[in-house]
């Protein structure tokens, strides 16, 4: 499965939209995307960091892990709480 295989599907899963990858900015990983679980043990995630285009469209969570979706500018992300790989998101300016 190519990236650009990958970010559809994870778009249409999590949130029900369609999308164009523009282009990728980093794929990271180490010791802040290890994590455990209690049913597997600890795993690693490497994660993709990448520029999207979003088909208008309604958001419609595809799962039980989300309870809502929406926009939100830059300014207000860096406000929040965000895990490493939004806050990496964040520094590249793919949010601005």
């Known amino acids: 499965m190519s990236p650009s295989d ?6 249409m899963e999590e949130v029900g939209l369609a999308m164009a ?6 794929a990271v990983g180490g010791d802040e ?7 597997v ?5 490497v994660s993709t960091v ?7 469209g309604v958001a419609r ?8 979706a929406g926009w939100f500018e830059p300014k207000q992300l ?6 490493h790989l939004a806050a990496l ?5 793919y949010w601005e």
């Open 6 to 11: 990958a970010a559809h599907r994870e778009k």
């Open 21 to 26: 990858l523009d282009r990728i900015g980093a």
């Open 33 to 39: 995307y290890r994590v455990g679980y209690a049913n």
């Open 41 to 45: 043990g600890r795993c690693a995630y």
């Open 50 to 56: 990448c520029e999207l285009t979003v088909v208008p």
């Open 61 to 68: 969570p595809g799962s039980d892990e989300i309870a809502e």
């Open 78 to 83: 860096q406000r929040c709480s965000v895990n």
């Open 89 to 93: 998101r964040l520094e590249l300016g």
